[in-house]
């Protein structure tokens, strides 16, 4: 699997954590590619897979989804992520939807509308 769309997907999180993070970001949550674990890399190239995927086999219909339907699909295909790569993972990574802190919603979104403009 190459590394670029795990590296534009790592972006485009990072950027929606600036923007988004009320405050000053934690450092993890800004780390940049090159120093971030080899796990969340593997991860982030297979959800940015995922979404590319689901954009395709909908022929583009995904651009009528919704900001909330498009963030909900991104934190899902996460959350199976985190249960590959951990095996007893914190509750906090594999929150749902509704318990996710809006500026992690918004990034998610984010995230979603960046693949479709990479595609």
């Given at each position: 699997m190459s590394n670029e769309p795990g590296r534009s997907f790592r972006e485009a999180w990072i950027a929606g954590v600036k923007q988004y993070y009320?405050?000053?970001?934690?450092?993890g949550y800004i780390t940049p590619w090159d120093d971030t674990?080899?796990?969340e890399r593997q991860a982030a190239a297979a959800v940015y897979g995922q979404v590319r995927?689901?954009?395709?086999?909908?022929?583009?219909?995904?651009a009528r989804l919704g900001r909330e339907q498009k963030g909900r699909f991104v934190?899902?295909?996460?959350?199976?992520?985190?249960?590959?790569?951990?095996s007893d993972p914190k509750p906090g990574y594999v929150a749902d939807w509704d318990e996710l802190p809006e500026w992690q919603r918004q990034t998610d979104a984010d995230i979603f509308e960046h693949i479709e403009r990479d595609m």
């Open positions: 009320p405050g000053e970001p934690k450092p674990p080899e796990w995927d689901f954009i395709a086999v909908s022929d583009g219909a995904t934190a899902l295909c996460w959350i199976a992520q985190i249960y590959k790569h951990i």
